[in-house]
């Protein structure tokens, strides 16, 4: 049977990403689908992002990737709850699909969560047409990928709540202007929310952090 | 009709790209299908590869991308042949297909080119699973994308003749061991020919300029 919301009748993707998401709000845990190219630093923001929140909040992971779990090895050493899906079981997928993750959502103690960031595929294009049960969406851009990528790969920084800008420790190297960045991302969407950051110094994280801090406050009716 | 080579059947898009393989065979044009992640630096790849082919070889290259006409604009400086195609006209899809390709060679002067490089997709998954009826597959991987990047996305390095190892100007500020990357590589595909060059210095440029010299000439069976 098809669930139809007004109008738009729903994919069967988009069907499993709205029972995943009714579970996740009945636990009061807001949940984070990051998105962006291979290699923009999701997983090193990551590692970045858990201690300052850990104290405050209590965090799990679900790590996507088409192969390896050198992703998740590199989150288990804070000792938070971690999932690796390897879409290599799924003939290599581009994407993480709203079964992946309804498939193993539970592998996580959601009763001991407030918060569950979901690393995507390391892709520009695809990710952006699946939703997974997600509360919000964030794109990582960095700044090696060049300031002309929102033009270019537009559907991603049009559906994302929030986009953070990475290596801006590279910019003077790169001689990389962060205005023509946050030109070209307002060109797309004009109303989406940028961090400049960067997880290797640090900087700028303080912003993101709050980001999520107000997040999962609302999401908790607090 | 479905031709059989072998045992195996092939695909639609893979029967159109052998069609186009045969028209480029016929007219002896080389044709490389350069794939990578977006933003490691394709296109700034061909604006030093172009200068260096100019009188050596009569060169065209197809530019693939999601959205905009910004790649096929740095290379139209050039003064040499250019097409332009953005899958956002299907759907804003990921990769090039073989028929994306095969509707547009013909906006190119065979008669006169030894060598097509198309630029796909920025994207290290999708490409990969299509033929598009080149001769090569070329892989670039950026410094900055990190060196387990072969590990995680394996399909493309497998299928790959040539990588191309980019930004090896930046390995000194990334601390970036380029045995690491020589060493996933190998993991991957042992085969795969490699070579490390910084698209912005024009540092490494000698081997990957003589590749393609070596391989336009087989093909014109010089």
Redesign the interface.
Known sequence: MEIKVGEKILSKNDQIALETKKILDEKGIFCINMMS???SGKTTILEKTIPQLMGKMRVGVIEG????E??ASRIEKFEIPVVQITT?LFG?S?HLSAKMIADRINDLPLDELDLIIVEN??????PAGFMIGADADVVVL?L???P??P?????IFQKSHIALVN?ID?AE?LEIDLDTIKGNVEKINPKLEKVFLSARTGAGFSEWIHWIEDNVRTKKGL
Chains 1, 2 share one sequence.
Do not use: F, M, Q
């Open positions: 190219s291979p290699g990737d088409v192969a390896t050198i992703d290599d290599g581009c595929v390391g892709n520009l294009i695809c960095s090696t990928e060049g002309e990528k033009l270019k790969y537009p559907a290596k590279l190297v």
